[in-house]
């Protein structure tokens, strides 16, 4: 299931580059993929200084998938429009999602504004979230999230106590 929220980003300059950067690496990756006839051979180190690796690591698949149904239906698709996605790395709460950035090679969190209707925000919290988009449609910032429906709510591990078991001791003696 998808949902579609309006987000408030901070920085939209700032989350427009990175946005540009994920497509242009989606796309590089299906341009070398169909020169070589094979999916190159990547890793999260080739592209350290312009993404986190949780957002590379979405790149690639959707490269991947991109690629793969190029060689299913003979149709490359190109990515136009900017956009940045993630599978791993974001959380989100009732007034504010937080996502994986990487700025001048440093890991950082992103926040951005958001408004959840409270019902829907503890359903939400039964869910499994797979997948946000972030994209700018006509100056406008939206989130896409993907989510799954589970049929119990997700619940916390809950830290176990120690406990004790009391051994009774046999008397002491002392020898000398």
């Known amino acids: 299931m998808n949902i579609k929220l309006r987000i408030f980003p901070p920085y939209p300059d700032l989350l427009r580059k990175i946005s540009i950067e994920y497509m242009r690496v989606v796309n590089f990756l299906v341009e070398k993929a169909v020169r070589e006839g094979e999916f190159p051979k990547i890793s999260t180190k080739d592209v350290k200084e312009t993404l986190p690796s949780a957002a590379a690591n979405t790149a690639f698949y959707d490269a991947y998938k991109i690629f793969s149904d190029y060689t299913n239906t003979g149709v490359k698709t190109i990515i136009k429009s900017p956009y940045y996605a993630l599978r791993q790395g974001f959380k989100v709460y009732e007034k504010r999602i937080t996502y994986a950035l990487k700025i001048l090679g440093e890991f950082h969190k992103g ?56 051994i009774p001791r046999e008397s002491e003696h002392i020898i000398f």
Do not use: H, M
């Open 111 to 166: 926040v951005c504004a958001v408004e959840i209707d409270s019902e829907f925000y503890s359903n939400l919290k039964r869910t499994k979230l797979k997948r946000l988009d972030i994209t700018e449609e006509k100056g406008e910032w939206y989130a896409n999230i993907t989510y799954d429906l589970l049929s119990e709510p997700l619940q916390k591990p809950t830290k176990k106590k120690a406990s004790w078991i009391n």
